[in-house]
């Protein structure tokens, strides 16, 4: 089944306990995306990646960083988390980034981060 | 800038009616427009992608329209059921690098027995 899949799902923590979430994704996209969604602000891109090795800002990276070293993998890293990092994520997969070929999204189930 | 806006925020049919969902964006050079479902709990179902250069995309009972110069988006929903019941986001692509999407805010629609 085609899927992009994060873990944790649910997190606990305390502010500057460093913290990897995890996305994977078994079609073969080349580009990845991360966003947060919080009430009133809808939902922000993080960090994307076009392909393997290359990764670029979206709107909010400050306090994150990614890395793209295989395909199918894209984490998210929380190196210092702080409270204003509680928020719920997601991680997105496209076949390509082209706009030529207007592939749509698809998300995975989302994590719930709560920094304590 | 680009802002994306959703109109009505939140929307309580009975079952069987058609409903229309909006969505409007601030600057119409846009590559194509998004819309997803979000069910709580879970992520984003993408439902119709509309191309810039189209003007309406149907699947099954769902019938999306995009008009770029007045920078707006309609999502109608036919003869609505219960299970249509979730959150309706619409989203633009606005580069052509980075698949970088703006999303509204949603529309919480609630559809009544």
């Known amino acids: 089944e085609a899927q992009v899949t994060q873990n944790p799902r649910y997190l606990i923590t305390v502010t500057g306990k460093k913290l990897t979430v995890t996305c994977s994704q078994n079609m073969n996209h080349e580009y990845m995306s991360w966003y947060r969604q919080d009430p009133g602000l809808g939902l922000r891109q993080i960090y994307y990646?076009?392909?393997?090795?290359?990764?670029d800002k979206g709107d909010v990276p400050e306090g994150y960083k990614v890395s793209r070293k295989e395909k199918r993998n894209f984490p998210l890293i929380l190196e210092s988390p702080s409270p204003n990092q509680t928020s719920l994520y997601f991680c997105?997969?496209?076949?390509?980034?082209?706009?030529?070929?207007?592939?749509?999204?698809?998300f995975g189930d989302g994590t719930r981060l709560s920094i304590l | 800038k680009q802002e994306v806006t959703q109109i009505p925020a939140a929307l309580s049919v009975p079952e069987g009616e058609n409903l229309v969902l909006n969505c409007s964006f601030t600057d119409s050079a846009i590559y194509n427009l998004q819309w997803f479902r979000q069910d709580p709990g879970k992520g984003l179902t993408s439902l119709l992608l509309?191309?810039?250069?189209?003007r309406e995309q149907t699947s099954g009972r769902l019938n999306a329209s995009l008009d770029k110069s007045s920078g707006r988006s309609t999502l109608y929903i036919a003869a609505s059921q219960p299970g249509d019941s979730a959150t309706y986001l619409c989203a633009v692509r606005r580069g052509n690098a980075g698949n970088m999407l703006t999303f509204g805010g949603g529309t919480r629609l609630m559809v009544k027995p």
């Open positions: 997105a997969s496209s076949l390509s980034f082209r706009p030529e070929g207007n592939q749509p999204q698809h």
């Open positions: 509309i191309q810039s250069s189209q």
């Open positions: 990646s076009m392909n393997v090795e290359v990764t």
